[in-house]
Every structure is written in structure tokens, then in C-alpha cells.
Nanobody
Framework: EVQLVESGGGLVQAGGSLRLSCAASGFTFDDYAIHWFRQAPGKEREGVSCISSSDGSTYNADSVKGRFTMSSDNAKNTVYLQMNSLKPEDTAVYYC?????????????WGQGTQVTVSS
């Protein structure tokens, strides 16, 4: 059974940092891409970052480039999203999802999400 469990969300002031984790199980971690998406109230879910577990290549949305960094620990089947210089507009529920590639946004499985709230 594929499982993705996010953690690390919380309340932070603008300019602060958080690190999200996504622990994965039930599939061969190295063969897939792990995505971070976010969804703010009243808005569509949007892609934030992605890492290809096979070679560590990462991709970031323009809105987070230079502020968010994604990494993976394949031994622990865990990916991380380091979020720095947070802004109020980063407030959203953050979800990790597993897909076949970072070159598309097709996700087969989702985690339950973790809330990130950035106060101004």
C-alpha cells in the first residue's frame, strides 16, 4: 500500500523558515518523482517543487525559486522541502504526491497534507 505522510507544517512569521517532510512507503522510492503541491483557500492546487528520486534533479515553480529547496534521503524514503523567506502568500495546505516524472504534474498518490500559515 502506497503511503505518503507529510509533517513539519505550522505557523511562522513572514521571513521565517519551515522544513516539510514527506515520508514515503509502499513503492520503490528510486523509480519515481516526488512532488510538492499546495492549495490555498479558494484556489486551485498548484505545483511547487519536484525531485526525481533517481538522480536528484529538482524543479521549482517560479514563485518559490531562490526560497524553497527540495532534497531527498533515499535511505529513509523521505523528501524534504526547506522553505525560507516565507511570505503570507505561501500560506496553504502543502501536499506531497508521487508520480512518474517531474516533467508532468500527474500524481498517482497523495499524502494527507500539512498546513503552513505565514503571518504578516
Amino acid at each position: 500500500e502506497v503511503q505518503l505522510v507529510e509533517s513539519g507544517g505550522g505557523l511562522v512569521q513572514a521571513g521565517g523558515s519551515l522544513r516539510l517532510s514527506c515520508a514515503a512507503s509502499g513503492f520503490t522510492f528510486d523509480d519515481y518523482a516526488i512532488h510538492w503541491f499546495r492549495q490555498a483557500p479558494g484556489k486551485e492546487r498548484e505545483g511547487v517543487s519536484c525531485i526525481s528520486s533517481s538522480d536528484g534533479s529538482t524543479y521549482n515553480a517560479d514563485s518559490v525559486k531562490g526560497r524553497f529547496t527540495m532534497s531527498s534521503d533515499n535511505a529513509k524514503n523521505t523528501v524534504y522541502l526547506q522553505m525560507n523567506s516565507l511570505k503570507p502568500e505561501d500560506t496553504a495546505v502543502y501536499y506531497c504526491g508521487v508520480g512518474s516524472s517531474c516533467l508532468d504534474s500527474i500524481v498517482g498518490y497523495w499524502g494527507q497534507g500539512t498546513q503552513v500559515t505565514v503571518s504578516s
